[in-house]
T-cell receptor, first 109, second 114 residues
């Protein structure tokens, strides 16, 4: 079973701050999702990456497959970024995702 | 296509009753997944379909749970004789077939068993 650890569990930031959320996993994977979940439950896929780095707007995701580690960065954070961010790797040979417990981000104006 | 659709969004039921949830995936997606999320936890895998075939089932899926995808399009998840421990958010996701394809999630069905 892939053990997924996210840090921090909770994060409060001032608007405009640069934010980093980290994810470590224990088993080799083929790809990793970063997901955003707002109150009410709906999940939005932010990134799926299997190597290197991806950027979308103010969001940047990186992954180091050898070190079994991924990070999600938010530049110039905004209160609308307040949500739970979940890391979900998919194992090699398996289609299912394993989810971290999430990082609850609150951005204060 | 508006994405993955789940119905109902909320369901309150009495213990012992049966409930059924529906998921309509993105139309060209042949993979469909069900996950369950309890308060404060990340989602947990329940089951996976490729077209109409149910290819994986988690040990979390007890005998009271059954999922179907009869025509390879929409899927239903039924819980029989509900228990309070079944209260959770039930999430559906779909993706295209192939290696490292991105999963798209529905809004979820929140079940409360009273």
């Amino acid at each position: 079973k892939n053990e997924v650890e996210q840090s921090p569990q909770n994060l409060t930031a001032q608007e405009g701050e640069f934010i980093t959320i980290n994810c470590s996993y224990s088993v080799g994977i083929s790809a990793l999702h970063w997901l955003q979940q707002h109150p009410g439950g709906g999940i939005v896929s932010l990134f799926m990456l299997s190597s290197g780095k991806k950027k979308h707007g103010r969001l940047i995701a990186t992954i180091n497959i050898q070190e079994k580690h991924s990070s999600l960065h938010i530049t110039a954070s905004h209160p609308r970024d307040s949500a739970v961010y979940i890391c979900a790797p998919s194992g090699a040979g398996s289609y299912q995702l394993t989810f971290g417990k999430g990082t609850k981000l609150s951005v204060i104006p | 296509d508006t994405g993955v659709s789940q119905n109902p969004r909320h369901k309150i039921t009495k213990r012992g009753q049966n409930v059924t949830f529906r998921c309509d995936p993105i139309s060209e997606h042949n993979r469909l997944y069900w996950y369950r999320q309890t308060l404060g936890q990340g989602p947990e895998f329940l089951t996976y379909f490729q077209n109409e075939a149910q290819l994986e089932k988690s040990r979390l899926l007890s005998d009271r749970f059954s999922a179907e995808r009869p025509k390879g399009s929409f899927s239903t998840l039924e819980i029989q004789r509900t228990e309070q421990g079944d209260s959770a958010m039930y999430l559906c996701a779909s993706s295209l077939q192939g290696k490292n394809t991105e999963a798209f999630f529905g809004q979820g069905t929140r079940l409360t068993v009273v």
